[in-house]
Every structure is written in structure tokens, then in C-alpha cells.
């Protein structure tokens, strides 16, 4: 099973981007799943969660600017990105949720750079 990020970049504050991944695997219509972010230096937070009936959670930091949404048939969740901040500036990942290191592993990310 793979998972694999696109869609990052350099945005000036205030941008906006839309990170995309694609997940293998069978697993994915039938499970909840996450946008997770890691800050040089920091550890790997959640960002956002869409479960598999469509209903979505955010950060506090992130609430009101980011959207998450998926597409069953094509196995891949997005992530809207809206008013960027150089807060925002991190390493993204999308995984399952809740993560278990047992039954998946991280793809490689897709970094997202928001200049002031």
C-alpha cells in the first residue's frame, strides 16, 4: 500500500494551495483519514480528519481556512488551504486515522513553504 502527496509549493502569506493524495489499496473508502503536518524541528500533527461517511474535524490552527474533502472513487483525499500563514510552512502527509505504524507506513510528503 502506498500513499502519495502532491500539490505543495512556495505561496506568499495569504496564498492559497491544494495538496492531493492518492492512496492504493483497499482499504481506503471504509476508513477514516487524516492531513498530517511536520514543522522542521517539531513533531507530526494532525491537521484535519475526514472520516468515510464525509464528516470532517480541524486543527484550531487551521479551522475556517483549510477544507478537507476526498473522492472515494479515485481513493484520494484533498486538502484545501486557504489564507496561508508562514506558520503553515511544513512537511505534509496524509495517512489513515487514527495513524497505527502496524498497518501503514508514511509516503515521502509534499512540502509547503509560505513566505511572508
Known amino acids: 500500500e502506498q500513499l502519495v502527496e502532491s500539490g505543495g509549493g512556495l505561496v506568499q502569506a495569504g496564498g492559497s494551495l491544494r495538496l492531493s493524495c492518492t492512496v492504493s489499496?483497499?482499504?481506503?473508502?471504509?476508513?477514516?483519514m487524516g492531513w498530517y503536518r511536520q514543522a522542521p524541528g517539531k513533531q507530526r500533527d494532525l491537521v484535519a480528519v475526514i472520516t468515510s461517511g464525509g464528516g470532517s474535524r480541524y486543527a484550531d490552527s487551521v479551522k475556517g481556512r483549510f477544507t478537507i474533502a476526498r473522492d472515494n472513487a479515485k481513493n484520494t483525499i484533498f486538502l484545501q488551504m486557504n489564507s496561508l500563514i508562514p506558520e503553515d510552512t511544513a512537511l505534509y502527509y496524509c495517512n489513515y486515522y487514527p495513524y497505527y505504524p502496524a498497518l501503514s507506513s508514511w509516503g515521502r510528503g509534499t512540502q509547503v513553504t509560505v513566505s511572508s
Open positions: 489499496g483497499r482499504r481506503f473508502s471504509i476508513n477514516d
